[in-house]
Each structure stands twice: as C-alpha cells, then as structure tokens.
C-alpha cells in the first residue's frame, strides 16, 4: 500500500498520543485482571503499528 507522507505522519501523531494515554492508565489496573491484559495487549499492537509506520515512512523517503 502507498500512503502519502502526511497521511502517515498523522497515523504517527494519533498512533503516539493513544499509546501514552494507555502506557498511563495501565498502574491503575493492577487490581484488575482482565482490562491490565487488553490494555496490554492494545499497546503491544499500537506499538507494531507505530514500528511498521516508521518503517514505511523510511521506505518513502529511500524511493
């Protein structure tokens, strides 16, 4: 897929700014099990997501 280059910058922005937000709440979830796992798992997949944007904005700028 080709994306332009603005398009990717703010997936970036939003991508970073949803992954502080959660890497944040998550001391508040020690009592509670279930919502630590999704909200781990949620940032783990933020954090492939922010990997594979940089890497294709590496791409863009190589070509």
């Given amino acids: 897929m080709n994306h332009r280059k ?3 910058n703010e997936a970036k ?3 970073m700014s949803l992954l502080s937000k959660c890497e944040k709440s998550l001391p ?8 630590q ?3 781990e798992r949620r940032i783990k997949a933020l954090r ?3 990997n594979l944007i940089e890497k294709a904005q ?6």
Wanted: aromatic content about 4%.
């Fill in 28 to 35: 508040n979830l020690k009592k509670n099990f279930s919502q």
């Fill in 48 to 50: 492939i997501a922010l």
């Fill in 58 to 63: 590496l791409e863009s700028t190589n070509n």
């Fill in 37 to 39: 796992t999704l909200l």
């Fill in 6 to 8: 603005e398009e990717l």
């Fill in 13 to 15: 922005v939003a991508i």
